[in-house]
């Protein structure tokens, strides 16, 4: 069945147009809570939200939806969406709501909702909302005396830093480490620097005062260039560069290097694997990890598993085949022994954790492997079907044997906007990039000559 509203990560779209209206999102309050109704108890929902200016329009039309379907209202106001997740657990709530468009620019938004046990939702269950969403719902809504209510419980902010903090080593703290956390004026503004000053660090904060525009802009886990600089001038021991909801961190090194999400898997899944806390024998990732990773683990007697792009297709692999390590080279790691979802701040504290235990500066304890080259293009094409041409898949086939064992190619039609995105990876550069060319050139031809 064809999604209408829902994506690979809940739905989302430019404030104030489609999908991402008042109208829409009060329908999707009231069609998440008629679903949602299990008994008779008093059901519950927790609202949390990032930094956007839109965040107010789409959290008053979202508590409309709610309380009309007769569901109590939990308004956690700007808070990680990790910490959504959490809370919906402890809270005992039905269902949980993050408004947010996660490292996208301010003028974007979305919805992404999670199911009582803190996991994101399903596809049977977003389709049953999205055909909820568009029906005629007043006969299953609350009576008039049962509709419900809604309050701010801003302090359960500080049950997420503590449940956070926790997962830091007792016998360790921080202190005499000096680090920068780039908050990307998003979220984790508060809680980022609390957890880490709270264990003992100093803290050098950056892009923490938001003001509704400034989310993720020239700042945060898409933008480290100012954290690098930051670092170099305080001379810190590492930097932490958060995104706009905070589910998703890269690293900084001492010396101003950027260190992805692969790395920091790498270095993670090893440190578990010799502490015999590492389960699946191994990690999840998707195929757009680098070939240098999946080698590292292959070294260490591990296996790479892979799964389509989307952290919920990571997380839904884990679950089911038992591992607890996971994530994507974008920084997205899911640490399922403590969180349900990627948390940006819960893996920079076990990065943090595994530097404190080597005693070594951080760029010789976050880089483990050295990454094969990878070259990724976009090739705009709109309307057809252009992987199912002869050309295009002689491209490919020609290219996947060029490479051999000593590479990859990836090719994959974008879910949120009419491109192919075309990668390959192997150990001569100059080759990838002549595989990749080609592909990209007959996708070309064939978008000229339609």
Not at 78 to 106: E, K, Q
Not at 239 to 258: F, T, W, Y
Not at 353 to 379: G, H, M, T, W, Y
Request: aromatic residues 6%.
């Amino acid at each position: 069945m064809k999604r209408k509203y829902f994506g690979t990560d809940g739905i989302r779209g430019t404030a104030n147009t489609h999908p991402m209206t008042p109208e829409i999102a009060m329908r999707v309050g009231m069609a998440a809570g008629v679903a949602f109704q299990r008994g008779g108890h008093r059901h519950r929902v927790v609202i949390g939200k990032d930094t956007r200016l839109s965040g107010y329009m789409l959290e008053n039309a979202m508590v409309a939806g709610f309380t009309s379907a007769g569901m109590d209202v939990f308004l956690l106001g700007p808070v990680p969406t990790p910490a959504v997740a959490m809370l919906t657990r402890t809270l005992r709530a039905d269902i949980g709501v993050m408004i947010s468009a996660s490292h996208n620019p301010f003028e974007d938004n979305g919805i992404k909702l999670f199911g009582p046990d803190g996991y994101k939702l399903s596809d049977k269950i977003e389709l049953k909302i999205e055909s909820l969403v568009d029906q005629d719902l007043s006969s299953r809504l609350a009576k008039a005396g049962s509709v419900g209510r809604a309050k701010r419980v801003d302090g359960d902010l500080y049950r997420y830093i503590e449940f956070a903090k926790r997962t830091f080593p007792k016998e360790m703290t921080l202190s005499g480490m000096r680090v920068v956390v780039d908050c990307a004026n998003g979220a984790a503004y508060k809680a980022a620097p609390s957890a880490l000053w709270e264990l003992g660090a100093e803290v050098v904060t950056i892009n923490n005062e938001p003001d509704g525009l400034n989310i993720n802009l020239d700042c945060g886990s898409t933008n480290p260039v100012g954290l690098s600089k930051k670092v170099h001038e305080v001379r810190a021991d590492l930097g932490i560069a958060l995104d706009g909801d905070a589910d998703r961190v890269l690293i900084v090194d001492e010396k101003g290097m950027l260190v992805d999400g692969d790395q920091l898997m790498a270095m993670i899944a090893e440190d578990w694997h010799r502490r015999e806390q590492l389960r699946g024998d191994g990690v999840v990732a998707t195929i757009m990890s680098n070939l240098g990773f999946e080698r590292f683990l292959k070294g260490k007697g591990l296996d790479l598993a892979r799964t389509q792009v989307g952290d919920r297709y990571v997380v839904e692999h884990m679950r089911v085949h038992g591992y607890n390590v996971g994530g994507e080279q974008s920084g997205h790691i899911v640490l399922s022994d403590y969180s349900t979802t990627g948390d940006g701040l819960i893996s920079a504290l076990q990065v943090l954790a595994c530097i404190r235990a080597e005693d070594r500066p951080a760029s010789e304890v976050c880089k483990k492997f050295d990454p094969v080259p990878q070259i990724l293009k976009n090739v705009r094409f709109k309307g057809g079907k252009p992987l199912d041409s002869d050309s295009v898949k002689s491209a490919i086939k020609g290219g996947e044997t060029r490479l051999g064992d000593n590479g990859r190619v990836v090719i994959r039609p974008s879910g949120t906007e009419p491109v192919i995105r075309v990668m390959a990876e192997g150990d001569d550069r100059g080759m990838v990039e002549q595989v990749v060319d080609d592909i990209v050139g007959a996708i070309a031809e064939l978008r000229t000559a339609a």
